[in-house]
Structure formats: structure tokens, C-alpha cells
């Protein structure tokens, strides 16, 4: 089992950045499929990005691809999530997850989520 917890939320102005960042418990960081979700005040949960356990694929949801990215270093057990030009509508309780499955598409992903979860972290953007 891994235990998250989510770090860098806060409020921004538009157009501005956030990197959020994920720090996870446990010898075992490197075998997980790392991912961050959000969910806007009101609506359902969100897939924003996956990282594969060595970093070498990744997904980026269409409304953020261009403007975020996400990474790992699995010296620091820490995955991040670099948003920029970020926009009203990316106001979120951000998530951070991990997966022990191998990698998976992200279709499975947005549909099923993954299977451990950090208790979020709240990003503001004000227009």
C-alpha cells in the first residue's frame, strides 16, 4: 500500500502557473502507474495525467495538453504536475493516485480511476 499527499495548490490568476506536487510513502514508488485527477467544484471527477513507473509514457487529458505536464522522480517517491495558462475552468480539488497495474490506457483510466488517492488539493483560478 502507498499513502499520498499533495502539496502546491492555492490560488492564481489566469494565465498564470502551479506546480502541484505528490509525495508518496513506501519503498515501492517506482512499481506504480502515478496519475493526477481533479474535480471542479460540482462535477465529477476528472483524468488529467498518468505516468508510467519509469517515466517513459504518459497521458495528458485533452483540456490541459499543451499547458501541463507530468513527471517523477522516483529517488524522491514525488511525481509533479506543471500546469501553465491556467484558466478559470481548472478550478479543482486536485488529485494525486497511484496504480499498481501495468500500464493501462487512459480511457481505463478516466473510467476507473486507480487505486490509492491523497486527499486533494485545492487550485483556484481567478479570472
Known amino acids: 500500500q502507498v499513502q499520498l499527499v499533495e502539496s502546491g495548490g492555492g490560488l492564481v490568476q489566469a494565465g498564470g502557473s502551479l506546480r502541484l506536487s505528490c509525495t508518496a510513502s513506501g519503498r515501492t514508488f517506482s512499481s506504480y502507474t502515478m496519475g493526477w485527477f481533479r474535480r471542479p467544484p460540482g462535477k465529477e471527477r476528472e483524468f488529467v495525467a498518468a505516468?508510467?513507473?519509469?517515466?517513459?509514457?504518459?497521458y495528458i487529458a485533452d483540456s490541459v495538453k499543451g499547458r501541463s505536464t507530468i513527471s517523477r522522480d522516483n529517488a524522491k517517491n514525488t511525481v509533479l504536475l506543471q500546469m501553465n495558462s491556467l484558466r478559470p475552468e481548472d478550478t479543482a480539488v486536485y488529485y494525486c493516485?497511484?496504480?499498481?497495474?501495468?500500464?493501462?490506457?487512459?480511457?481505463?483510466?478516466?473510467?476507473?480511476?486507480?487505486?490509492?488517492w491523497g486527499k486533494g488539493t485545492l487550485v483556484t483560478v481567478s479570472s
Open positions: 493516485a497511484a496504480d499498481p497495474r501495468p500500464w493501462m490506457s487512459s480511457t481505463y483510466y478516466s473510467q476507473y480511476g486507480m487505486d490509492y
Open positions: 505516468i508510467s513507473w519509469g517515466g517513459g509514457s504518459t
